[in-house]
């Protein structure tokens, strides 16, 4: 199964009472797809998969595939530094119907490569559905090698990865590598990163899973849609145009700045969960500027 284009790493919208916020998900969910992206990702690491429970985690991929009803794809989150953990995580979004599982590299254990390996090869033998590897050694602690990528990228239900590695040389020789090894048409490249969408599109990357989507997906999605078109020009001014605005929902900790976007916006997220907290004071205003220079608010 391929994906090509934008998909959306969800935030998780909470109540005031620290609850997911059901409604909200789902007015979010409808608001994003008629915007135009391609898909969604529900308890990503934007979605604080960190703090979220297992089964608060199971909710949201049922929440996610009953509300997109097939119109775009759908991807859950199921990563886990536990492998059974991860395991029984793509099997429930298996069986709940989610196009997709989003399998981030064990965190925090640090396993080396070939533990990498049978991570990834135990899921991909037990487990029936597509697979994309999350690759985020700033959150996690490891960066998977291009030799490890390229060896689980000819399992059969291995068909991606979601690369949020800088390094735009590294998406390079990943790239070579499936077209050495006839992998190409079988495997596909995300970008991880809003900044790096238009040049790892640009050595064979098919679109992206972004944080900045969640709040202005329109462009986001004409960006990702201009390159695949080949209006080179107008993807590379989309990029100038969003830059700002991608480099200031990072200015703390994802998601902390963009829930406080969305919640300027009227999308009334909710707060962050322990330990992360909400956006400091002397960082508001640099987002109300930009999202005001943007026409968000």
């Known amino acids: 199964m391929k994906f090509e284009g934008t998909a959306v790493a969800m935030v998780t919208p909470f109540t005031a ?7 909200t998900f789902r ?54 530094n536990s492998t059974n953990e991860a395991l029984n995580l793509v099997k429930y979004a298996n069986n709940a119907g989610a196009d997709f599982a989003l ?22 033998n037990f487990a029936d559905m597509p697979i994309v590897v999350y ?5 996690t602690g490891v960066d998977m090698s291009v030799e490890s990528i390229i060896e689980i990228a000819s399992l059969n239900n291995i068909v991606g990865i ?4 800088p390094n735009v040389d590294k998406t390079s020789a990943i790239y070579k590598s499936l077209i050495n090894n ?21 050595i064979g990357a098919k679109g992206v899973v972004s944080v900045v989507a969640n709040v202005d997906p329109y462009r986001i999605s004409q960006m990702v849609n201009s390159f695949k078109n080949g209006d080179i020009k107008k993807a590379k001014g989309l990029h100038f145009t969003l830059y700002d605005l991608m480099k200031v929902l990072f200015i703390e900790s994802n998601p902390v700045p963009t829930k406080y976007a969305l919640n300027l916006m009227g999308k009334h997220v909710g707060n962050v969960r322990l330990p992360l907290v909400p956006l400091t004071t002397e960082h508001k205003q640099d987002i109300e500027n930009c999202l005001k220079e943007l026409g968000l608010v």
Do not use: C, W
């Not at 990702?41 to 509300?67: M, P, R």
């Not at 690759?135 to 959150?139: A, D, G, K």
């Not at 190409?184 to 040049?199: A, H, M, T």
């Open 27 to 80: 007015s979010n969910i409808n608001f994003l797809i008629e915007n135009g992206v391609d898909g969604l990702l529900a308890a990503g690491t934007t979605g604080e998969s960190a703090t979220i429970t297992y089964n608060e985690q199971k909710t949201l991929i049922d929440i996610l595939v009953d509300e997109v009803n097939g119109r775009v794809a759908t991807f859950a989150g199921a990563g886990s």
């Open 17 to 23: 009472n620290n609850k997911i916020d059901e409604e």
């Open 162 to 165: 979601k690369e949020a590695n």
């Open 103 to 124: 399998v981030i590299t064990p965190y925090y254990n640090k396993p080396q490569e070939h533990g990498l390996i049978q991570h990834y090869k135990l899921i991909n």
């Open 182 to 202: 006839d992998l190409e048409d079988k495997f596909f490249i995300l970008s991880g990163n809003d900044d790096l969408i238009v040049p790892l599109m640009s």
């Open 135 to 139: 690759n985020v050694p700033s959150r």
